[in-house]
């Protein structure tokens, strides 16, 4: 948008002594003829824009009017490079990138290197080392559709592995834990849901428009998990699988037991999903209680051994 622009422009001017014409026209990637407009467009709403011509010139906001020059501190812009180059890596699209370079644009050519630097000390990439490109596809097609404001339309397969067409009106695109996540008003359910984008396919951009709801974020954000429907459950675990848990249930579950193995006390459903996580685990992992879980994983582990029984 040229209102975007125009505050790009000024932002930059502000951050630097002198910029030319043809650097901003690269940078926002119009012409150099679109560039000058904007110039005057910027020096008509009273901030003062002059040009110098030959070596070493270019445009710069009048020195006087600039009370002070730098909006932004060193570590403002080191964060703000982090932030979109995380931003990048985990929901790429034009927009974020385009900003990225605007931000870049703002620091001077001989700070280049050590802000570079300064932006890659830290990475957020919530993506897989690899066959990350259906799930980069699944997140731009809700990031257009988001943008466009249109309905999206998927078969959604939900975690008992019941099937159902959906037509939802997208709100957000949430990572929560290990996964990303759509949260939407579905039209079949006429209610908020949260889906996981792992178990959408066939997804569509609807043509339909659809009008903003008031989004409740704080219920959406609540556990989604009753807590009447989890139960205590302990393990004795071993330390090559302390992170494991750690990772999904916090540090302060764990009680040391003896050199090599901890005591885990945590809430867990007594069902076939929890018994798959802590059997994944093997002989690293024992439940000691409840009986019903143990129970439960005595008799998922022989339908498994049951598979891989010769005849």
């Known amino acids: 948008m040229k209102i975007d622009r125009l505050i790009a422009i000024i932002?930059?001017?502000?951050?630097?002594?002198?910029?030319t014409a043809k650097s901003l026209s690269e940078m926002f990637e119009v012409s150099m003829r679109t560039i000058y407009r904007d110039l005057e467009v910027i020096n008509q709403?009273?901030?003062?824009?002059?040009?110098?011509?030959?070596?070493?010139?270019?445009v710069e906001i009048m020195k006087e009017f600039k009370v002070e020059k730098r909006i932004f501190s060193a570590n403002d812009i080191t964060a703000l490079l982090m932030g979109l180059s995380s931003i990048k890596n985990n929901l790429p699209g034009e927009q974020t990138m385009a900003a990225l370079a605007k931000v870049k644009g703002m620091i001077p050519k001989e700070h280049?290197?050590?802000?570079?630097?300064?932006?890659?000390?830290?990475?957020?990439?919530a993506l897989p080392w690899f066959n990350a490109g259906n799930l980069f596809h699944t997140v731009e097609l809700i990031q257009d559709a988001l943008d466009q404001q249109r309905l999206l339309t998927f078969q959604y397969r939900d975690i008992r592995d019941k099937k159902?067409?959906?037509?939802?009106?997208?709100?957000r695109l949430l990572w929560k834990g290990e996964a990303w996540y759509l949260q939407g008003y579905c039209l079949s359910r006429r209610d908020f849901r949260t889906f996981k984008l792992l178990r959408m396919s066939d997804l569509l951009i609807s043509d339909q428009r659809f009008e903003i709801r008031d989004f409740p974020i704080e219920r959406l954000?609540?556990?989604q998990t009753r807590?009447?429907?989890?139960?205590?459950?302990k393990l004795r675990i071993q330390e090559g699988v302390r992170d494991l848990v750690i990772t999904r249930f916090g540090e302060d579950c764990l009680t040391p037991d003896g050199p090599d193995h901890?005591?885990?006390?945590?809430?867990?459903?007594?069902?076939?999903l929890?018994?798959?996580?802590?059997?994944g685990m093997g002989t690293r992992c024992v439940c000691l209680e409840p009986e019903e879980m143990r129970e439960k994983m005595r008799q998922l582990s022989s339908e498994i051994c049951g598979f891989y029984q010769s005849s």
């Open 112 to 125: 280049h290197k050590e802000w570079e630097y300064r932006a890659n000390q830290m990475k957020i990439d």
């Open 262 to 272: 901890y005591i885990a006390e945590l809430f867990m459903p007594v069902d076939d």
């Open 221 to 223: 954000d609540e556990i």
């Open 227 to 233: 807590e009447n429907s989890l139960t205590r459950v």
């Open 164 to 171: 159902s067409s959906r037509e939802v009106e997208p709100y």
């Open 11 to 19: 932002m930059i001017l502000l951050e630097r002594e002198k910029v």
């Open 274 to 279: 929890a018994c798959g996580y802590l059997l």
């Open 45 to 58: 709403a009273g901030i003062p824009i002059f040009a110098t011509s030959g070596p070493g010139g270019g």
